[in-house]
Structure formats: C-alpha cells, structure tokens
T-cell receptor
Framework: AQSVTQPDIHITVSEGASLELRCNYS??????LFWYVQSPGQGLQLLLK??????LVQGIKGFEAEFKRSQSSFNLRKPSVHWSDAAEYFC??????????????FGTGTSLTVIP | NAGVTQTPKFQVLKTGQSMTLQCAQD?????MYWYRQDPGMGLRLIYY???????DKGEVPNGYNVSRLNKREFSLRLESAAPSQTSVYFC??????????FGDGTRLSIL
C-alpha cells in the first residue's frame, strides 16, 4: 500500500539557517512526488514536484528537493530560511492506479517555526 | 486559491443537522477530491470523483455523501452532523498526473 511518512512533527530553525524536512514514501512503482506548503487558514500551495529525470528539483520560494530512490526519500531543503517560511509542510505521493485513477497520499505534515 | 472555490468558508452546526459543502472549479480538470484535515493527521481522503458521473469512497467516507453534479461541481453532504466531523474540509482537483489544486477550505464546527 502507498504511504508517506514525515518523521518530524515540528521543527524550529533560526532565520537565515538552513532547513531540511524529511519525507519517506512507500510505493511499488515510480512515484510522482510533491511538496506543499500551508499557511494558517489557507489551502495547500504546491512548492515543487518530481515526475522523472533530474533527481534534484527546484521549486518556488527558493526551495528544492532531492529524490533518492534507494532511500525512498524526497527531502525538502532551503539554504537560508526566512521568517515568512513559517508554515505547515506536506509531502505527497501521486499514484496512477489502474482501477481507481489518480490518487494522492499525504504525510501528516511538519510544522516549521522560524525564530528571529 | 484560483480555480477552486469552496462555499461556505465557515459553518457552525448543531449535532444532527445536515448541510452541503460546495466545490466548484474553473480549470476543466477531470478529477475532484474531498479531504478533511485534523491536527496531527494530515489530509484524509473522504470521497473522490475520477470523472464526471463517477464517485468513489476514500479513507474516511462514513457519515458523508457526495454528488458530482457536472464536470465543474462536486458537493459533500453531511446528513446528520456529529461532533467528530468538526474539521477543516478541502476540495481539490487534478488532471492526469499533474499535482492537485486546492481550495481555501471550509471550517466546520459541530456543537
């Protein structure tokens, strides 16, 4: 069965420090991978996506993520965090299933706090 | 979020009342989804519609019904609301293998 694990429920970093949010997935075939960000009271906004090709993908707001098939991971990184990055981050796997069409599986999220 | 409109944005119900959450899209996507979001549990799929005229259960369908009225609209109905259904509800759309687009959510409280 497909699943997504975000092992860190909450992370606190100082403004200007680097950031890495972890995501591990379980899926039998080549996955489609996504990172979303959610600000308080808002919906989810797509940060970046991986379908195939280059395993290092660039997204909006200076974020990047690296797909590592051997580790079943898709970790999100940012070299220097800004106070406005404080939000909830969700990793998701997309699966094109024969009988049920496109399905998406979400991790439980990582809450990011940025301290001045 | 552009493309996906959810109404209402907020609602307070009493236990046993019924209501329908509306979702409309203007992006001509085939698939539509209803999720609920609860603290520490991420997004859980309630129902989805792979295309107009079809609906299927997700992970947590009990207590809910859906209607895919046409390609644009996908509604979620609570027939007899329970406090356990207090949550934030998100509608999402997708097409092919492209990522989902989400609405801004409906915040539902059931007393």
């Amino acid at each position: 069965a497909q699943s997504v694990t975000q092992p860190d429920i909450h992370i606190t970093v100082s403004e200007g420090a680097s950031l890495e949010l972890r995501c591990n997935y379980s899926y039998g075939a080549t996955p489609y991978l996504f990172w979303y960000v959610q600000s308080p009271g808002q919906g989810l906004q797509l940060l970046l996506k991986y379908f195939s090709g280059d395993t290092l993908v660039q997204g909006i707001k200076g974020f990047e993520a690296e797909f590592k098939r051997s580790q079943s991971s898709f970790n999100l990184r940012k070299p220097s965090v800004h106070w406005s990055d404080a939000a909830e981050y969700f990793c998701a796997v997309g699966a094109n299933l024969e009988n049920t069409g496109n399905q998406f599986y979400f991790g439980t999220g990582t809450s990011l706090t940025v301290i001045p | 979020n552009a493309g996906v409109t959810q109404t209402p944005k907020f609602q307070v119900l009493k236990t046993g009342q019924s209501m329908t959450l509306q979702c409309a899209q203007d992006m001509n996507h085939n698939s539509m989804y209803w999720y609920r979001q609860d603290p520490g549990m991420g997004l859980r799929l309630i129902y989805y519609s792979a295309s107009e005229g079809t609906t299927d259960k997700g992970e947590v369908p009990n207590g809910y019904n859906v209607s895919r009225l046409n390609k644009r609209e996908f509604s979620l109905r609570l027939e007899s609301a329970a406090p356990s259904q207090t949550s934030v509800y998100f509608c999402a759309i997708a097409t092919g293998n492209q990522p989902q687009h989400f609405g801004d959510g409906t915040r539902l409280s059931i007393l």
